[in-house]
């Protein structure tokens, strides 16, 4: 099902030559031909377990725009999986391409209000199909897919990662957390004693550490102590970036992701990668990066539904 592991490709922009700074892509988008990027390396663990448990049905939740939701929809078009996806918000809001997408691929979409969905995330499985009306107790697969159960589907990044004591950093995108705190387990695993620092990039406003989603699932696998040591150790965050949710930007701000996206020849989106590497190289031009870095940045996907 996984096409790995992903090609690693050098990538030349103006602003990191001029700091002396090495940038390569991780091209995790190539995963998959429809299933892309880190959505597929969270979501495969939990569709197996699901299998394995005997259930026929899932229930996850996401945004109107939600890739989570798209990969989903998929995988359980793949594996005959009956899949509902609980939707924050309604068409209303205005037309989404991802839930005509998700419908197709024969998902349920249950689209309800904010104050609902935040309600609905605090209940267990049964708890929820009593509530929706649901015919059996479905497998609960959690908000982005960001779980204990997700992290070793991440971590396995890091071992496909080679000469991984000649890079200084692992870039990548932050939602819910989960793409992070995975990158750093794989790392806390490593004999290496010179290793890359995960440096996970907030495409949301207001952080100003890991989101809970992200620490609580390695919390749970590890407990709290070996999770704040892994944490401490292992990534650094970074949430300074001008970015509201995850809606369009300003075209202002689109049109500098499409400069970007012609420059490095990588399609990108205006939700996760296109946001972090615009925010990265921004870092790069404010020298806070030393010269003579070299990072790999984690392409997670992100275009089949918010493409430039």
């Given at each position: 099902?996984?096409?790995?592991?992903?090609?690693?490709?050098?990538?030349?922009?103006?602003?990191?030559?001029?700091?002396?700074?090495?940038?390569?892509?991780?091209?995790?988008?190539?995963?998959?031909?429809?299933?892309?990027?880190?959505?597929?390396?969270?979501?495969?663990?939990?569709?197996?377990?699901?299998?394995?448990?005997?259930?026929?049905?899932?229930?996850?939740?996401?945004?109107?725009?939600?890739?989570?939701?798209?990969?989903?929809?998929?995988?359980?078009?793949?594996?005959?999986?009956?899949?509902?996806?609980?939707?924050?918000?309604?068409?209303?809001?205005?037309?989404?391409?991802?839930?005509?997408?998700?419908?197709r691929l024969q998902m349920n979409i249950i689209a309800?209000?904010?104050?609902?969905?935040?309600a609905l995330l605090q209940l267990n499985a049964a708890?929820?199909?009593?509530?929706?009306?649901?015919?059996?107790i479905p497998y609960l697969l959690p908000e982005g897919?960001?779980?204990?159960?997700?992290?070793?589907?991440?971590?396995?990044?890091?071992?496909?990662?080679?000469?991984?004591?000649?890079?200084?950093?692992?870039?990548?995108?932050?939602?819910?957390?989960?793409?992070?705190?995975?990158?750093?387990?794989?790392?806390?695993?490593?004999?290496?004693?010179?290793?890359?620092?995960?440096?996970?990039?907030?495409?949301?406003?207001?952080?100003?550490?890991?989101?809970?989603?992200?620490?609580?699932?390695?919390?749970?696998?590890?407990?709290?102590?070996?999770?704040?040591?892994?944490?401490?150790?292992?990534?650094?965050?970074?949430?300074?970036?001008?970015?509201?949710?995850?809606?369009?930007?300003?075209?202002?701000?689109?049109?500098?992701?499409?400069?970007?996206?012609?420059?490095?020849?990588?399609?990108?989106?205006?939700?996760?990668?296109?946001?972090?590497?615009?925010?990265?190289?921004?870092?790069?031009?404010?020298?806070?990066?030393?010269?003579?870095?070299?990072?790999?940045?984690?392409?997670?996907?992100?275009?089949?539904?918010?493409?430039?």
């Open positions: 099902m996984l096409d790995v592991p992903t090609p690693i490709q050098t990538v030349n922009l103006q602003a990191f030559e001029q700091a002396g700074i090495m940038l390569l892509v991780k091209r995790d988008d190539l995963i998959h031909p429809q299933i892309i990027g880190n959505k597929l390396r969270k979501s495969l663990p939990h569709i197996q377990v699901c299998l394995q448990s005997g259930h026929s049905s899932l229930v996850t939740f996401g945004g109107r725009f939600s890739n989570h939701l798209l990969a989903i929809a998929q995988a359980g078009q793949q594996t005959g999986l009956s899949t509902t996806g609980i939707v924050r918000g309604t068409d209303k809001l205005g037309h989404s391409v991802v839930l005509d997408e998700c419908r309800v209000n904010p104050n609902q969905y935040d708890e929820l199909a009593a509530n929706l009306g649901l015919d059996m897919g960001t779980s204990s159960v997700a992290l070793d589907g991440v971590a396995q990044i890091i071992e496909e990662i080679t000469e991984l004591d000649s890079y200084h950093w692992i870039v990548c995108a932050v939602g819910t957390g989960g793409t992070a705190a995975g990158l750093a387990w794989g790392l806390s695993q490593r004999p290496e004693k010179t290793l890359p620092k995960v440096l996970a990039i907030s495409t949301l406003r207001g952080y100003d550490a890991l989101p809970a989603q992200g620490q609580t699932a390695l919390v749970d696998k590890v407990g709290s102590k070996l999770a704040a040591q892994i944490l401490a150790r292992h990534l650094q965050f970074e949430g300074s970036a001008p970015w509201g949710r995850y809606g369009k930007p300003t075209e202002a701000v689109m049109q500098r992701m499409r400069t970007l996206q012609a420059a490095t020849s990588l399609p990108l989106d205006y939700v996760y990668t296109g946001k972090v590497l615009l925010q990265l190289e921004h870092m790069v031009q404010c020298g806070y990066l030393a010269r003579g870095s070299k990072l790999l940045f984690l392409h997670t996907g992100g275009y089949q539904s918010a493409p430039l």
